[in-house]
């Protein structure tokens, strides 16, 4: 069993910027996709960004592309999402995942952390 644990969120300005990250605890690490999912209060998770699991492939949603950058360093079992030029409307609990595909779907990934908070001040 995988364990993800998520750290970094906290309280900015809009405009300002935060780096999340998100430690595996197992040996695969660096067999497993990865990715970055959100959830804003009243709204249905939705997805950030994701991660093959070399790091040669990234994937980013709309909302967030040119804004957001998703890497991870494998000799250090963890993933990171460094958020620049932060809105309010960014304001949600992140979570971070690890499956087989680097896709967009939450049902790809098996292995989930509790979340980190992230709030965006106006």
Request: proline share 2%; aromatic share 14%; glycine share 12%.
């Amino acid at each position: 069993q995988v364990q993800l644990v998520e750290s970094g969120g906290g309280l900015v300005q809009a405009g300002g910027s935060l780096r999340l990250s998100c430690a595996a605890s197992g040996r695969t690490f660096s067999s497993y996709a990865m990715g970055w999912f959100r959830q804003a209060p009243g709204k249905e998770r939705e997805f950030v960004a994701a991660i093959n699991w070399n790091g040669g492939s990234t994937y980013y949603a709309d909302s967030v592309k040119g804004r957001f950058t998703i890497s991870r360093d494998n000799a250090k079992n963890t993933m990171y999402l460094q958020m620049n030029s932060l809105k309010p409307e960014d304001t949600a609990v992140y979570y971070c995942a690890a499956g087989s595909f680097a896709v967009a779907t939450m049902k790809e990934y098996d292995y989930w952390g509790q979340g980190t908070q992230v709030t965006v001040s106006s």
